[in-house]
DNA sequence: CGGAAGATTGAGAGTTCTCAATGCCTGTGG
DNA sequence: CCACAGGCATTGAGAACTCTCAATCTTCCG
C-alpha cells in the first residue's frame, strides 16, 4: 500500500513499480515532529528534500513589523521544493501545525531518483502545481473580496485533499485555527470569523471544531469563482 | 556580446564558453510582437519556451467577474517556464505589454541544452527565483499596506532591471501605466495614483511618463520592508 | 476546577473603492 | 502650426470594507 506521496505522484503520472519503489524506500523512515516546529528557517542553508507523510505544515515568511504571511500549505503528499539545495539560502521558513511524520531525501538520493524518467516528469509536474496555486493566491489575494478568499481557499484545501483520499464525501478535517487562516488569505482573525459566519449561514460550508464540510459544492465554487484548472488534476472533479 | 537572457543566466552560473554559445544560438532568431498581444492564452495546450529579449510582457488571469489580475511582469531576460509542456494546458495567460521580441525555444532543443549542467542547473535556479518571487507577491498583497506594496513593487522591478542592465544609475523606463500597476498590486488605478503622489511627496521615488526614479533608495526599502533576499541575487546589492 | 487557547461580539477608526468629472500629453489630419 | 481625439493621470466625495481594541464565551485538558 503506497503512501500519500506516492500515491499524489501516481495521479500525475504512470509510474513503473521501480519507480514506485524507489519512492517508497526513499521515504519509509520518516521522522516525527510536533506541533509548531520550524523544519527550515528563511535564511537557513536549504537541506535534503522534505515530504510530509503525516500531519500539517505551512510556508511563511514574517515581516520587519512583526506580521506574517502564509505562502502555501502543505498536506500529507506534498513535498518541498525539488532542486531548492542549488540555492544559498530558504527565502521563506516552514513550520508544522500538528504532529507530522516528515521524510527526508538527502541530494544524492534524489538525483539518483530524477534519472527515472516517471519520477522526473511527476516531480517537475508537481512544481508546476505548485506554482499554478502561488498564482492563484495571489489571484485571491488581490482581486478578491474577503469571503470570496476564504471560500476559495477551503475549497482549494479540499480538493487537494480529496485527491489524496483526506476527505470523506464532502467532509474533511481541517487543523486550521481561525488565526491560520488569517494569516493565510491577508485577513484579521476577526474578519475571518465573520466571513466564516457568512457562509455558514448562505449554507455553502461549515468549518467547526476542525472539521470542514462542504454542504453546497456548487454554490461555493460559483462564490468563490473556484476554477480547479491550476491544479492540473488529471482525473475528473471529486463532485461529479 | 551576450543578449540579456544568457547574461542573467549567467548571474546565478559560471557558464562555459560552449553552454553560453548553445544559448545563443537557440535564442537568436526572436520574432516581433506588437504591445497587448497574447503570447499564449490560458487554457491552451503550452508551446514551446518562450524568451523574452525586448520588450516587457505581463503573465495574468482572468476572473469569471471580468477582473484581471496580473502574476508576474516578464522584462528582457526572462524566460517562460521551463517543463510547461508537461502540462495539458495553461492556467494562466501572457502578454506583451509594449513592442516586444521573444524568442521560442521548441521541446527538443530545450532539451539537448538541458543536458549541460550548467544550462540546467542555472534554468532550475531562475525558476526557483521565479517561485520566490510569487511568494514575495503573496507577501505583499496580504500583509502590506497599499503605499508599502507599491513601493514593494517598484523596488523589486528595478533591481531585476538593474541586474540586466536595464537601468542607469537610480532611473530605469518603466513602461507600466496606473492601471497596469493597480492589476499587479491588487488596487484600484484610483488609488495606484494616489499612493503614487504619497510616494512622490515623500521623495523616495517618483515614477512619471515612464520613467521610474529610486532618488531615495534607503527610505524606500525601509518603507517597503523589502529584503531582496528571494531575489537570490549572487552579487552584492546595487545601491551598495 | 482552573487555565489556556480559540471563537465571538460590538463599536468606532481607517483604508480603499466607486463613480464621475476634469486635466494633461501625444499623435494625426487639416 | 493648430485643433481634436484618445489614452492616461488626477481630483473629489460618499459608500463599503476591514481593522483595531477590548470584552465575553466556549471548549479542551490536566
Redesign the pocket.
Known amino acids: 500500500m503506497a503512501n500519500r506521496f506516492v500515491e499524489k505522484l501516481c495521479r500525475f503520472v504512470q509510474l513503473s513499480p521501480e519507480e514506485m519503489a524507489a519512492l517508497e524506500e526513499a521515504t519509509a523512515r520518516p521522522r516525527p515532529f510536533g506541533p509548531h516546529r520550524d523544519l527550515i528557517r528563511e535564511g537557513d542553508r536549504p537541506g535534503p528534500v522534505l515530504v510530509m507523510l503525516e500531519g500539517w505544515a505551512l510556508r511563511y515568511k514574517v515581516l520587519p513589523g512583526g506580521g506574517r504571511q502564509i505562502v502555501a500549505f502543505l498536506m500529507p503528499g506534498d513535498a518541498c521544493d525539488l532542486h531548492v539545495n542549488l540555492l544559498a539560502e530558504m527565502d521563506h521558513s516552514i513550520q508544522t501545525i500538528t504532529n507530522a511524520q516528515v521524510a527526508t531525501i538527502p541530494g544524492e538520493i534524489m538525483e539518483k531518483m530524477m534519472a527515472q524518467p516517471g519520477i522526473a516528469r511527476a516531480m517537475y509536474i508537481s512544481q508546476l502545481v505548485d506554482e499554478g496555486t502561488l498564482r492563484a493566491w495571489i489571484v485571491s489575494m488581490g482581486r478578491r473580496?474577503?469571503?470570496e478568499r476564504i471560500a476559495h481557499l477551503l475549497l482549494e484545501l479540499y480538493r487537494r485533499a480529496a485527491d489524496v483520499g483526506l476527505a470523506a464525501g464532502d467532509t474533511m478535517a481541517l487543523p486550521l485555527?481561525?488565526?491560520v487562516l488569517a494569516d493565510a488569505v491577508?485577513?484579521?482573525?476577526?474578519?475571518v470569523?465573520?466571513?466564516?459566519?457568512e457562509l455558514r449561514r448562505s449554507g455553502a460550508v461549515t468549518l467547526?471544531?476542525g472539521v470542514l464540510n462542504i454542504c453546497n459544492p456548487a454554490a461555493l465554487t460559483r462564490l468563490a469563482g473556484f476554477d480547479e484548472n491550476y491544479l492540473h488534476r488529471s482525473r475528473r472533479s471529486v463532485f461529479s
Chains 1, 2 share one sequence.
Open positions: 473580496s474577503s469571503v485555527s481561525q488565526a491577508g485577513m484579521t482573525s476577526v474578519h470569523n465573520r466571513m466564516l459566519q467547526q471544531r
